[in-house]
Each structure stands twice: as structure tokens, then as C-alpha cells.
């Protein structure tokens, strides 16, 4: 607020009497801006001192309401005695009703610098992680490259370049300005180095062509709970972009995609599969071995069955995150007709059809 800066004075701290228009308040501020700028003397502490006081009276005089309020406070004399509002007794005066307003309008400003300061969380990742659906029945531990951005080192983050890493002007030093003399005379002639703008081009950085950042992968070992489907989301806390101004770190999620598989066929947490059987085993009945995700089981064919039939195999399916239950697995046998047979096999099959069509 502005009287607790009652002990600066913005017109001597900028160099401009107190009648200066807003042209003039320009031209004094980037002149200062430029000679005490934290690019121009980095390891100069008592220039960013400087540099804030200039940005201060600035941002103060630069606005006119502001500029109003300051010059009210500050010099004494200048209007600065309460004067009443005409009417009845007990009135607001209309000095306390702009100080109210003022003391509202700093309270949201404060509020809005205070939420701006605030740190910035980091941004989440996404990384797809593609299984075989072996590895999301049983579970897996798998190491990944994690793709992050860091702070590019060839430009400090800036994305550009100049002579000096700064954007000040060295021959003007930020001025815009030098002194020719010609003989007794001297004169002010914009600066040759920077056209007269104080700054320097910037170059973009060639390392990372502009941004300020790279890429980099990170590794990480991530553990995959068994039973995970297409589109499951692993969060790893922690493990996103790094924050802003000391915000916290986004969250990496791990999205799981899983392959077809030659055999099996998923629906949910159940299997499905087909196994082909010969037409003696399906007429005189058998005992076959099933693949399973774990390994091979026996089904037993029962005489006299059909093409087509579906036997199911309970637990032999997927299990559910968490400790949920498991899935069963279906299998479907179909009766095999072979495509060639050998002459003892078509006797065979001859007297077999002989002997259904006495």
C-alpha cells in the first residue's frame, strides 16, 4: 500500500520532476531498466536492488490512479487534509471512502501476487507399456525409459544466445545512446551496435532450437500387478515434470496395452480357446492335455462328442486386480477331418460306412 512507501520518492529514484508526462516517465524508466538490469550485472547486488526500486516507481507512476494516491500521501499540502462530505452529520468523508476502497483493491492485489507466487505442480506423464498377456495374467516387473525435460546448460534455460549470454548492448551498455565528439562538439547518435534499442538480437539456442529445455529419459522399474487389462493406469507418484517456483512433481501414469495373443481369445477375466480333435477320439471318447496360462491340464472327452462342443476349465482364466477372483477358461473342440488318408485307414473307413448302412 502506498503509505508504507512514504519514505521512498519514485520522482528522484527515476530522475524525472514531479510535472513529467507519461512519455518522459518511459524514456527515464528503460534508460535505468537497461543500466541496472540483472542480465547486465549479475553479480551485482546492489544493482537488483536498484533495479527493483526502478521497477517499483514505475509500476506506481505509470498508472494514473496510483500515481493520484502517491502524489496525495507523499507531498504534503498537495490536498492531503480530509475534507468532509457536505451533508449530515457523522458522514463518511470522502478521504476515508477512497482509503477504504484503496485498502480493498490492495487486499485483492496482494491475494492475486500471493496465488501468482505460488508454486506450479509439475506435468504428468503418460508412458504406454504394451504386455503379453502372459505378463498381465502373472504380473511382471519391467524397466522403463521415461522421457523428461531438463534445463537446456548451453542457454540456461533462456532458449536464446547473445555475446556475453545478455541481451545488453556491450558498446552502448544498454543505453541506446552514445557520445560522438567531433572537435569542440559533441553529440548523441543512437547506438551502431543495437540500433539504438539497448538490447542485442537474440540467437536461438542450437542445442534445443529455442525451447530452453531437452529431452531426456529416465530409468525406472515399474512393478505390474497381475490382472491388469487394455487401459489399466498405474500411477507412480512423483515421477512427472518437475514443478514451477518449488511446486510439487507431477504423478507418472503407466498406461497398459496388451497384445493379441496366437491361442487365446480375452473377455474379461475369462479365456477361450479351440483345440482340434481327432473323429475316433471325439466317437470313442479321450483324454487330452490342455495349455493354460499355467502350464498344461487334462480334459476328459467323453464319448460320442460333437464338433463345436465347449468344456470349460474353472480357474484356468485371469485373476482380478486385487485379490478379486479368477476367470475361467472355455474350450471349444472341433472334430478334424484329415485330408489325406492312407489305403490301410481308407479300408477302414470304407468297411466303418459298410457297416452303418446294413
Not at 520518492?9 to 538490469?37: C, M, N, T, V, W
Given at each position: 500500500?502506498?503509505?508504507m512507501?512514504?519514505?521512498k ?29 540483472p ?30 494516491r ?37 487486499v ?8 501468482e507466487?505460488?508454486g ?43 555475446p ?9 551498455r544498454?543505453e ?17 551496435g543495437?540500433g ?9 539456442c ?11 529419459r ?18 507412480v ?17 503407466v ?43 487334462d ?10 462342443t ?38 477302414i ?10
Open positions: 500500500m502506498i503509505p512507501q512514504l519514505q520518492d519514485y520522482y528522484q529514484i527515476l530522475g524525472i520532476p514531479k510535472e513529467a508526462d507519461a512519455e518522459s516517465l518511459k524514456r527515464a524508466y528503460r534508460r535505468l531498466a537497461k543500466k541496472f538490469h542480465d547486465h550485472r549479475p553479480e551485482d547486488a546492489w544493482a537488483q536492488e536498484q533495479f527493483m526500486e526502478i521497477q517499483e516507481a514505475y509500476e506506481v507512476l505509470r498508472d494514473p490512479r496510483k500515481r493520484m502517491y502524489d496525495h500521501a507523499f507531498f504534503e499540502g498537495d490536498g492531503g487534509r480530509e475534507r468532509q462530505t457536505r451533508g449530515s452529520r457523522g458522514s463518511v468523508s470522502e478521504d476515508e471512502a477512497s482509503r477504504a476502497a484503496d485498502f480493498t483493491a490492495d485483492f492485489e496482494h491475494l492475486k501476487r500471493k496465488m507466487s505460488r506450479k505442480r509439475g506435468v504428468d506423464l503418460r508412458y504406454h507399456l504394451t504386455l503379453t498377456l502372459e505378463d498381465a495374467a502373472l504380473g511382471v516387473s519391467k524397466v522403463i525409459q521415461i522421457p523428461k525435460t531438463k534445463i537446456c546448460t548451453s542457454c540456461e534455460g533462456r532458449g536464446w544466445i547473445t556475453g549470454n545478455t541481451p545488453v548492448c556491450g558498446l552502448c544498454g541506446g545512446e552514445i557520445v560522438v565528439s567531433g572537435g569542440t562538439r559533441r553529440s548523441v547518435q543512437p547506438c551502431p543495437c539504438g534499442k539497448g538490447l542485442v538480437e537474440k540467437t536461438p542450437g542445442r534445443c532450437k529455442g525451447k530452453g529445455t531437452l529431452v531426456h529416465l530409468r525406472r522399474r515399474i512393478t505390474v500387478p497381475q490382472g491388469v487389462d487394455n487401459g489399466t493406469r498405474l500411477k507418484r512423483g515421477e512427472g515434470e518437475q514443478g514451477e517456483k518449488g511446486g510439487e512433481q507431477g504423478d507418472l501414469y498406461v497398459i496395452q496388451i497384445e493379441d495373443h496366437a491361442f487365446f481369445t480375452r473377455q474379461n477375466l475369462d479365456l477361450s480357446c479351440e483345440i482340434p480333435i481327432r473323429f475316433t477320439q471325439a466317437a470313442l471318447g479321450a483324454q487330452i492335455r490342455v495349455p493354460t496360462l499355467k502350464g498344461e491340464r480334459l476328459t472327452i467323453p464319448p460320442g462328442t460333437q464338433s463345436g465347449i468344456f470349460r476349465l474353472e480357474g484356468c482364466g485371469l485373476p482380478g486386480l486385487h485379490g478379486s477372483r479368477v476367470g475361467d477358461q472355455s474350450v471349444r473342440v472341433v472334430v478334424e477331418v484329415p485330408r489325406k488318408i492312407s489305403n490301410k485307414e481308407r479300408q473307413l470304407e468297411a466303418w460306412e459298410r457297416l452303418h448302412q446294413r
